[in-house]
């Protein structure tokens, strides 16, 4: 059932294991059951099913009621999730405030100041081509993209979205080079015509079959094809210069392309 799949991957993303979930969603379809029926349901072992409705009273998902015969399970609301996903946000919130000083002092033990200008960086998986979208977003000022596709249609709307919602609380200013005659206003949201601009090259003059991004001193080259998901990122001030340049070149003899 899609309603299934639905609660299944919300709390798989807050770290619920699958049996766990599947041990609640039976709970709740069944109504009050003991650890003896949840197995027999679940075809989960015993042992097993006790240690998933811990977790499941851990985060105040389940009660436990004790009776002359034995222990009786309920299901109680998924809203009760709301505190796990609050203590989510905090550790976040702390880690992000923490990395600062993770970067400096990794920067000192690598030798400080003496750190070669030019490096390389390799990403692999989708949490990899997610982690070099998101250092788009520490642009200075501005970044420019040879764009094979939008962002949504390589990886999940949620983070595409995210990602365009930081560009524009950063107030960075980006354009997109693209083959697509057509831009759809849902497929860029959300959107500030201000930051943002698309414009559309002939795909005789320049065909657009690799994503390359452009911005800081990087220059990042991304491979989206499913199998094959790597970035690499280039710290390379002078080759992020000659791209900039041949992106203003292209970009020079390119159409601008209307949202609708």
Same mark, same amino acid.
């Not at 210069?241 to 292209?250: G, I, P, V, W, Y």
């Given at each position: 059932?899609?309603? +299934?799949? =639905? =609660?299944?991957? $919300?709390?798989?993303?807050?770290?619920?294991?699958?049996?766990?979930?599947?041990? $609640?969603?039976?709970? +709740?379809?069944?109504?009050?059951?003991?650890?003896?029926?949840?197995?027999?349901?679940?075809?989960? !072992?015993?042992?097993?099913?006790?240690?998933?409705?811990?977790? @499941?009273?851990?985060?105040?998902? #389940?009660?436990?009621?004790?009776?002359?015969?034995?222990? @009786?399970?309920?299901?109680?609301?998924?809203?009760?999730?709301?505190?796990?996903? #609050?203590?989510?946000?905090?550790?976040?919130?702390? =880690?992000?405030?923490?990395?600062?000083?993770?970067?400096?002092?990794?920067?000192?033990?690598?030798?400080?100041?003496?750190?070669?200008?030019?490096?390389?960086?390799? $990403?692999?998986?989708?949490?990899? @081509?997610?982690?070099?979208?998101?250092?788009?977003?520490?642009?200075?000022?501005?970044?420019?993209?040879?764009?094979? #596709?939008?962002?949504?249609?390589?990886?999940?709307?949620?983070?595409?979205?995210?990602?365009?919602?930081?560009? &524009?609380?950063?107030? &960075?200013?980006?354009?997109?080079?693209?083959? !697509?005659?057509?831009?759809?206003?849902?497929?860029?949201?959300?959107?500030?015509?201000?930051?943002?601009?698309?414009?559309? &090259?002939?795909?005789?003059?320049?065909?657009?079959?690799?994503? +390359?991004? =452009?911005?800081?001193? +990087?220059?990042?080259?991304?491979? $989206?094809?499913?199998?094959?998901?790597?970035?690499?990122?280039?710290?390379?001030? !002078?080759?992020?210069?000659?791209?900039?340049?041949?992106?203003? #070149?292209?970009?020079?003899?390119?159409?601008?392309?209307? &949202?609708?």
């Amino acid at each position: 059932m899609e309603q +299934v799949k =639905i =609660i299944a991957t $919300y709390l798989e993303k807050l770290g619920i294991e699958p049996d766990t979930t599947k041990i $609640y969603i039976e709970l +709740v379809k069944a109504g009050p059951s003991s650890a003896l029926q949840l197995a027999k349901i679940t075809v989960i !072992s015993r042992t097993q099913v006790y240690r998933h409705l811990e977790v @499941l009273q851990q985060h105040g998902l #389940a009660s436990a009621e004790q009776l002359s015969y034995g222990t @009786l399970y309920r299901a109680l609301p998924l809203e009760n999730i709301e505190g796990l996903v #609050a203590n989510r946000e905090a550790e976040a919130a702390a =880690i992000r405030r923490n990395l600062g000083g993770m970067v400096q002092a990794l920067h000192l033990l690598a030798g400080g100041g003496n750190s070669p200008k030019a490096t390389v960086q390799h $990403y692999y998986g989708v949490a990899g @081509l997610k982690q070099v979208n998101w250092n788009l977003t520490k642009a200075k000022g501005s970044f420019s993209v040879f764009e094979a #596709a939008r962002l949504s249609q390589h990886l999940d709307q949620a983070f595409a979205r995210r990602c365009r919602e930081q560009c &524009i609380q950063q107030g &960075i200013h980006t354009r997109d080079l693209t083959n !697509s005659l057509t831009i759809k206003h849902k497929e860029v949201e959300p959107l500030d015509r201000t930051l943002s601009q698309y414009r559309h &090259i002939d795909p005789d003059l320049l065909t657009i079959t690799f994503e +390359v991004y =452009i911005y800081n001193d +990087v220059v990042t080259l991304l491979d $989206y094809q499913q199998g094959n998901e790597m970035a690499i990122e280039m710290h390379h001030p !002078s080759f992020n210069k000659m791209m900039q340049q041949l992106f203003n #070149a292209m970009w020079a003899v390119s159409l601008p392309l209307e &949202i609708k």
